[in-house]
Nanobody, 125 residues
Framework: QVQLVESGGGLVQAGGSLRLSCAAS???????MNWFRQAPGKEREFVAA????????YYVDSVKGRFTISRDNAKNTVYLQMNNLKPEDTAVYYC???????????????????WGQGTQVTVSS
């Protein structure tokens, strides 16, 4: 079992940067890791994913070239570096984990078994 705790959210002006962290307990290195986000009144959506080995990453089109997902298995932490933030990036950001044996379906929320509590990101115009 994995427990996830996000941090690093906050209020930033458009064009600014934030780095989110997701600290994990348990066998972190055998889990694919994702970031999702949910804006008010909208469904939770996929943002970025990284495989358990760290060899592959995936992004939703709207964040490509601005966000970078990475992981440090020695620190049991996954990161989301967010640059050139836009007001439409405002949302609660969640990290999620799925064991590598379940396959890798980065955009499928239902395949992710473990979730953090979320961290608020607000981008002002």
């Amino acid at each position: 079992q994995v427990q996830l705790v996000e941090s690093g959210g906050g209020l930033v002006q458009a064009g600014g940067s934030l780095r989110l962290s997701c600290a994990a307990s348990g066998p972190f290195s055998t889990y694919h890791m994702n970031w999702f986000r949910q804006a008010p009144g909208k469904e939770r959506e996929f943002v970025a994913a990284i495989t358990w080995t760290g060899s592959s990453t995936y992004y939703v089109d709207s964040v490509k070239g601005r966000f970078t997902i990475s992981r440090d298995n020695a620190k049991n932490t996954v990161y989301l570096q967010m640059n050139n933030l836009k007001p439409e990036d405002t949302a609660v950001y969640y990290c999620a984990a799925t064991h590598y044996t379940r396959g890798f379906y980065p955009q499928e929320k239902r395949t992710y078994d473990y979730w953090g509590q979320g961290t608020q990101v607000t981008v002002s115009s």
